[in-house]
Every structure is written in C-alpha cells, then in structure tokens.
C-alpha cells in the first residue's frame, strides 16, 4: 500500500509560520486532520484531487493554505499567525470512498508535531 | 461547524455487544453519510465503517453502522480485548463547501 509521510513540523514561536509537507498525495482528495496531544481528532482542511477546491475549517481560515503540486506527489500545508492552540500532531490523510464527488479521509500518514510555544 | 456529540466511554465485557453513539444535527448528519474511525494510542486512525454501514476490506463484520436521522450509531458484537481503542464518528458539514466534521471521540473499554 502507498505510504503517506509528513514532515515539516517543529517548534515555532507564536506568530511564527510552519509549512507542513505530505508525500505521497498522488491525485486524491487530500485532508490535514490534526490532534493535540491527549485530544480528540480534529478536521483542518481538505483539497480536491487536481486542488482546484479547498476548504477550511472556521478556526484556521485566513492563516493556513492547503495546496498539492500532483507531479511532485505532495501535499502542503502553510500555516501562518500560529497560536499556541495549534500545538498537535498533524495528519495528511488520503480521501477514499467518494460519494457525489467527495471523498472522506480514508488512509492516514504517521503525523507531524507541531509545537507552538514561547 | 459543530462537532459530533459521543460518549467519552463505554465499557464492556468480552463477548458482549457495546454500542457507541453518535449525536449531530440537519446540517451535518443529517444531510451525510456518516463514517468511523478506530485509533490505538501512538498510531493512525483507521477506517472502520464508511456510508454508514459499509465496512472496508478487512473490517471484521463484529463492527456495525447505523443512522437515524440525525444520529448515528456503532456497534461492536462479541467485544474483544484487542477492541480496546478509542472510537470517532465523522461526518461532512455541509454538502457544498466539503468541510469535514469529526465526533468528540468514544474509548472502548474492555473489562
């Protein structure tokens, strides 16, 4: 099975930026899920195959972007204006199982931590 | 965008059926298919049911989905040690936009 795996995470100070990478994204739906640490899973973003549609959750509109480069079979996410309530581990997960033309995440990578702190 | 409502617990013995529930509204459940997901401590979720009762390859046929409405249900027959995880429903938030919701998440238990 295609792997999915992250990279991009780290420690940023509050206000800092981070873009977070996913390789193996192929031409699928894509979404970023993130968990903070003893937390539940919380939805962030997701992209539609050729990335011509995005949409975001209310909490990180306006500070982070998704985007997808298909030839280079990755996903991205750019996270700016960081808050330290945006501390977690972040998901790329893969959508499958589409129906009328969307597609939930269905295979999940490993995550990346992102740390916001001062 | 709201939030699924779950239980944060259920417990069971084994072999017993347990069942998780799944609370939302018009403009997420109600208008969506639902799904669930499976994740142990340290790792990935996993899909578990997809369309809200069909189970992907590999998904034994212990784990069932149901909706009504607005609500949502998973259930787990003959409750097995190595069920012992924490559970999410999920569901799409609005139909046009694609936004992605999930539940506040269920830990199985087993006695």
């Known amino acids: 099975e295609e792997l999915l795996v992250e990279s991009g995470g780290g420690l940023v100070q509050p206000g800092g930026s981070l873009r977070l990478s996913c390789v193996g994204s192929g031409f699928y739906w894509m979404h970023w899920v993130r968990q903070a640490p003893g937390k539940g899973l919380v939805w962030v973003s997701r992209i539609n195959s050729d990335g011509t549609t995005t949409s975001y959750a209310d909490f990180v509109k306006g500070r982070f972007t998704i985007s997808k480069d298909n030839a280079k079979n990755t996903l991205f996410l750019q996270m700016n204006s960081l808050r330290v309530e945006d501390t977690a581990l972040y998901y790329c997960a893969r959508g499958g199982y589409c129906t009328n033309g969307f597609c939930p995440p269905d295979y999940w990578g490993r995550g990346t931590l992102v740390t916001v702190s001062s | 965008q709201s939030v699924l409502t779950q239980p944060p617990s259920v417990s069971g013995t084994p072999g017993q059926r347990v069942t998780i529930s799944c609370s939302g509204s018009s403009s997420n459940i109600g208008g969506s298919n639902v799904y669930w997901y499976q994740q142990f401590p340290g790792t990935a979720p996993k899909l578990l049911i997809y369309?809200?009762?069909q189970r992907p390859s590999g998904v034994p046929d212990r784990f069932s989905g149901s909706k009504f409405g607005t609500s949502a249900s998973l259930a787990i027959s003959g409750l097995r040690s190595e069920d012992e995880a924490d559970y999410y429903c999920a569901a799409w938030g609005d139909s046009l936009s694609g936004y992605y919701v999930f539940g506040t998440g269920t830990k199985v238990t087993v006695l």
């Open positions: 369309r809200n009762n």
